[in-house]
Nanobody, 129 residues
Framework: QVQLVESGGGLVQAGDSLRLSCAAS????????VAWFRQAPGKEREFAAS????????DYADSVKGRFTISRDTAKNEVYLQMNSLNPEDTAVYYC??????????????????????WGRGTQVTVSS
């Protein structure tokens, strides 16, 4: 079994920054891609950012591009999300997700939940105006 634990969420003001962390523990697997998704109240879970585990190929949703930075530490089995210039629309529960290799990806993007096997329980980020 794999456990993912997020940390770093909180209440901030518009324009502030936060850094989220997610640590994977338990069973050792060959990760292929890791990501951050978020879910605002009354909305579906949406993709924020992904990074491939070995090659470090990065992808962002348009809504966070230029403000958020995803990174990972393969030695520690951790993934991070540096969030700058936060605004109230970023308010959501943020989830990390880890995925194993599922074969060919025609779109080249890992922005849907089908690519991920394990999920954290989420960390709340609230941005006040």
């Amino acid at each position: 079994q794999v456990q993912l634990v997020e940390s770093g969420g909180g209440l901030v003001q518009a324009g502030d920054s936060l850094r989220l962390s997610c640590a994977a523990s338990g069973r050792t697997l060959d990760w292929y891609v890791v990501a951050w998704f978020r879910q605002a109240p009354g909305k579906e879970r949406e993709f924020a950012a992904s990074i491939t585990w070995n090659w470090g190929r990065i992808d962002y949703a348009d809504s966070v591009k230029g403000r958020f930075t995803i990174s990972r530490d393969t030695a520690k089995n951790e993934v991070y999300l540096q969030m700058n210039s936060l605004n109230p629309e970023d308010t959501a529960v943020y989830y990390c997700a880890f995925g194993t290799d599922k074969g060919r990806n025609l779109s080249g993007r890992y922005d849907t939940i089908r690519w991920y096997d394990y999920w954290g329980r989420g960390t709340q980020v609230t941005v006040s105006s």
